[in-house]
């Protein structure tokens, strides 16, 4: 019987992509009103370069871009390109359709609700809480809380020990194949891979269930649970 479903949250529950995506071109667009001279395309292309080398939650990534380009950081410009980017943030930052409603019914029906996600601690609760999810989770298991980035059983085991449940009783899902369903299955987890957050082009995931959108979670939590 299924008693919890296990989130990661982006791509999942709030879609990150396009935050991130609209976040960097507000930053960029600062930075050139403020005095760099390189187009649009380039700096945001040099900017991406570093996420892919350090980590798409590199904090630094506009102080080295910076740096790299001119071997010093304008304070004018990197504040103008840092407020840009925080403002864009959170104006993107939307969950996906039909997440709110979803979490609720779950909560109605009795299952217990966690996240399971790669993300620094205060990043992860920012977002969170800046959706109004802050309240509606029993366990938040981030990076900083586990030290070890899925698929690696450890966050997913204090996920399980938090929530005082056995693997078979949890569901996960999330959009990351290679991360989120095989770390899951691997400890014993049945998963759900949250295709309309894929950005992988993932063919064939591995999962228990493949669906197209969170709503979809109701009718798998009856299934399983024999209500159906």
Known sequence: MIKAIIFDLDNTLVDFMLMKERAVHAAVHAMIDSGLKMTMDEAVAKINAIYKREGIE???V???FLNDEFGTIDNKMISAGIVAYRTA?????KAYPGVFPT?????KMGIKLAVVSDAPSREAWLRLSYLNFHHLFDV???FDDSLNRKPSPIPFNLALKRLDLKASECLMIGDWAERDVVGAKAVGMKTVFARYGDTFNT???GSDYDI???TELINIVKKENKLL
């Open 103 to 107: 979490l609720i019914e779950l909560i």
């Open 203 to 205: 063919v064939h995931p």
């Open 62 to 64: 506009f102080d080295e």
């Open 212 to 214: 197209n959108s969170i």
């Open 140 to 142: 938040i298991i981030t």
């Open 58 to 60: 590199y904090q630094q």
């Open 89 to 93: 943030r959170e104006a993107a930052l």
